[in-house]
C-alpha cells in the first residue's frame, strides 16, 4: 500500500501562486510516477501534470502549461506542485495519485492510489 496526504491548498488571489506538496509513504518503490488531478464542482476529475519517480518524466495538461511546475525530492519521498499566475478556473480540489504503469498516464483509471485532495481556491 502507498499512502498520499496533500497539503498547500488554501485561497489565493488571481495572479497569486501556491505551492502544493505530497507526501508519500508506504511502498513507494511500486510505484513509477506520480501524478497531480483536480477537480471542479459539477466536473470530471482531469489531469495537471506527471512526473517519474526519476524525475526524468514531466507533463503538463495545456491548461497549466508555462504557469505550473512539478517536481520532486526523493529524500523526502515528496511531490510538489508550484501553481503561479493562478486564474479563477484552476479553482478546484486538487488530488495526488500514484501509478505503478510505465509511460505517460493522464487518465484517472490507472493511478492505483490517491490522496484526501487539497481546495485550492483562487478569487477573481
Known amino acids: 500500500q502507498v499512502q498520499l496526504v496533500e497539503s498547500g491548498g488554501g485561497l489565493v488571489q488571481a495572479g497569486g501562486s501556491l505551492r502544493l506538496s505530497c507526501a508519500a509513504s508506504?511502498?513507494?518503490?511500486?510505484?513509477?510516477?506520480m501524478g497531480w488531478f483536480r477537480q471542479a464542482p459539477g466536473k470530471e476529475r482531469e489531469f495537471v501534470a506527471r512526473i517519474t519517480w526519476s524525475g526524468t518524466g514531466t507533463y503538463y495538461a495545456d491548461s497549466v502549461k508555462g504557469r505550473f511546475t512539478i517536481s520532486r525530492d526523493n529524500a523526502k519521498n515528496t511531490v510538489y506542485l508550484q501553481m503561479n499566475s493562478l486564474k479563477f478556473e484552476d479553482t478546484a480540489v486538487y488530488y495526488c495519485a500514484a501509478t505503478s504503469l510505465r509511460g505517460l498516464v493522464i487518465t484517472t483509471g490507472p493511478y492505483n492510489y490517491w490522496g484526501q485532495g487539497t481546495q485550492v481556491t483562487v478569487s477573481s
Open positions: 508506504g511502498r513507494t518503490f511500486s510505484t513509477n510516477a
